[in-house]
């Protein structure tokens, strides 16, 4: 998706701080972290949100979610604890219209949520 800027992060037409990459998924940090840990998981394929999830995307969002454990093991916040949170639209404030997975870890999360 040519104007995408996740599409761009993955095709490396602009910098980002990569952790992960394999033909299906990438990873990088937020370049504005809200905690110590703050990544962002996404497919490699553009798909806006969860709404536009299709049949066939099982197998990827599957991998996707290997991925995410085996990152919170690399940056060691598997014991301690994570929190994962996908925005979805407006009420979400979901700003970039590519699926993306934020891990949150290193600290004490709010409770409640919301
Ligand atoms: P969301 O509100 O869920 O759509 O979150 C989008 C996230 O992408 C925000 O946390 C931004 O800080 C992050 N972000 C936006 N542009 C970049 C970029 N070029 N590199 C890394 N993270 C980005
Ligand atoms: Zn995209």
């Known amino acids: 998706m040519p104007d995408c800027i ?7 037409e602009i910098d980002s701080d990569k ?3 394999d033909d299906q998924v990438t990873a990088f940090h937020d370049i504005n972290p809200v905690s110590p840990v ?3 998981v996404i497919p490699n394929k553009h798909i806006e949100s969860v709404q ?3 049949e ?3 197998e990827l969002m599957g991998h996707m979610f290997s991925v ?3 990152l919170t ?5 598997h014991r301690s604890g994570y929190r994962l949170i996908i925005n979805n639209g407006p009420d979400a404030h979901q700003e970039v219209p590519h699926l993306h997975v934020h891990i949150l870890g290193g600290k004490t999360m709010e409770h409640p949520m919301g």
């Open 73 to 77: 093991e690399k940056f060691d916040i």
């Open 19 to 21: 952790v992960y990459t």
């Open 68 to 70: 995410i454990g085996t």
């Open 52 to 54: 536009n999830l299709e």
């Open 38 to 40: 703050h990544l962002l």
């Open 6 to 12: 996740f599409c761009k992060i993955i095709n490396d």
């Open 56 to 58: 066939e995307d099982q």
